[in-house]
């Protein structure tokens, strides 16, 4: 099956994200940023017939905003679930199980809570992750891949950083970005503490609260709304470890295998792109 151009993007919202969003629940946040995406789509939430969120977010979304769509599902997939809420809409909408889907993800987050997460992400914080204790996200599981792709390709401290030097960077602008106007430097990641060495502070990944949505409808349906529609071309979704120490090509990500899927469906190449963005 194919999804190419059979659904597009009409409408998004997003919460601003920030260190913390005090006395925010996660749900109150999918209902908020549901609304600016409607808003933007000049839809009603009665136009919804389909609910995409993380885990099973969408039946308690759905039933908060007093709607009750035919088709709703949620997915997890780490830091790649806000992309695969988009995938399993337009599959959906190609299935026909519904035609105007949401797709919503959040994180609600207060600072004097404690720490969410284990060791690895979703390994569980396994004893050759998180030896030394639990982390936030996969912070330990990033040290064993810091140190293999040092070991197998030579790469640097200094290489490491320059990455979290150019992230940063691209951050700089957004309003809607917690690091807005927070530059730093190779000698500021360098210089910073080690959370699990090599792994330097500036390098982790930072717990964080916010909120976004999108609506994806029927190319048809596409044509006659009033924002121009942002096809969906291609899609690819691959999984690897969980338990990072388990996969004996750890520095080979899953994405080499969904990215070229993805370009065979959309009928592109990757020279094609003229704008690219990464996770992590």
Known sequence: MSIRGKAAIVGFGEIPTRRALPGRSATGLLAEVAKLALDSAHLQKQDINGVVT??????????YIDIYPRFATGVQ?????????????????????ADTILCAISLARDVTAPPVGAGGGTSMGSEFESF????????????LLYQRHMYEYGTTAAQMAR??????????????????GQPISVDDVLNSRYTNEPLHLLECVMPCAGA??????????????????????????????A?????LRMTQSPTKVAAANSFKMAGYRPADMQFAQFYD
């Open 132 to 143: 030394a204790g639990p982390a936030v996200a996969a912070n330990n599981g990033y040290g």
């Open 77 to 97: 997939m780490a830091g790649a679930s806000g992309a695969t809420t988009i995938a399993v809409a337009a599959a959906a909408i190609e299935a026909g199980y």
């Open 243 to 247: 338990a990072i120490w388990q996969n």
């Open 54 to 63: 993380i885990d099973g977010a969408g039946n308690g979304l759905a039933e």
């Open 212 to 241: 976004e949505a999108l609506i994806v409808t029927t190319a048809e349906r596409a044509k006659a709304m009033p924002n121009r529609p942002v096809y969906i071309l291609g899609s690819g979704i691959e999984m690897s470890h």
């Open 163 to 180: 990455m979290a030097v150019n992230q940063r960077f691209n951050a700089l602008e957004n309003p809607n970005s917690a690091f807005q």
